[in-house]
T-cell receptor, first 112, second 114 residues
């Protein structure tokens, strides 16, 4: 049973527009959430995180929103750039930095 | 380059052979993680070290899998009697103690079992 779900395997967005990537989780014990970006032939790289005590965290063009009651988080990228084209993984932890559970990823394509 | 280093990058082996992967974490990082990633899936947690102590190993996929970090620096992941289902990307990551979660991943070691 997948505890972290990313139901959209892929997403295409026009350059300059907003990209919204979604993630749902089932384990109510999760208290820390991260987004990673992965380019081909590279390991995942950390993008942004959010603690369960917050509902929003922003870093430049990237904003993560957390809705605990819905067990849902989303990553907004504004404006989207072609260099943002990558696979994005949502990850969650119930014990801060030990066992992270990753979703299956969403492939984002930003079209020029 | 001071990032996480993994070796070899790609290993092709025959079923039944043993393989070992090495990970050199970022030097000041106390924590070291091993993950496995198969096609179309996200990284799957295998095990975790704090310095030389292996704090979580229940997620290792079977008793054919073992990991060590003998001096709290580099780590090895060994798979004995490989099976075709072991074919995957094996990712190593490190983080400093007290980190709230940012993992620094290596580029991975891809295993192909024929």
């Amino acid at each position: 049973d997948q505890q972290v779900k990313q139901n959209s395997p892929s997403l295409s967005v026009q350059e300059g527009r907003i990209s919204i990537l979604n993630c749902d989780y089932t384990n109510s014990m999760f208290d820390y959430f991260l987004w990673y970006k992965k380019y081909p032939a590279e390991g995942p790289t950390f993008l942004i995180s959010i603690s369960s005590i917050k509902d929003k965290n922003e870093d430049g063009r990237f904003t993560v929103f957390l809705n605990k009651s819905a067990k849902h988080l989303s990553l907004h990228i504004v404006p989207s750039q072609p260099g943002d084209s990558a696979v994005y993984f949502c990850a969650a932890s119930a014990n801060y930095g030990q066992n992270f559970v990753f979703g299956p990823g969403t492939r984002l394509s930003v079209l020029p | 380059d001071t990032g996480v280093s993994q070796d070899p990058r790609h290993k092709i082996t025959k079923r039944g052979q043993n393989v070992t992967f090495r990970c050199d974490p970022i030097s000041e990082h106390n924590r070291l993680y091993w993950y496995r990633q198969t096609l179309g899936q996200g990284p799957e947690f295998l095990t975790y070290f704090q310095n030389e102590a292996q704090l979580e190993k229940s997620r290792l996929l079977s008793d054919r899998f073992s990991a060590e970090r003998p001096k709290g620096s580099f780590s090895t992941l060994e798979i004995q009697r490989t099976e075709q289902g072991d074919s995957a990307m094996y990712l190593c990551a490190s983080s400093p103690s007290g980190s709230t979660g940012e993992l620094f991943f290596g580029e991975g070691s891809r295993l192909t079992v024929l």
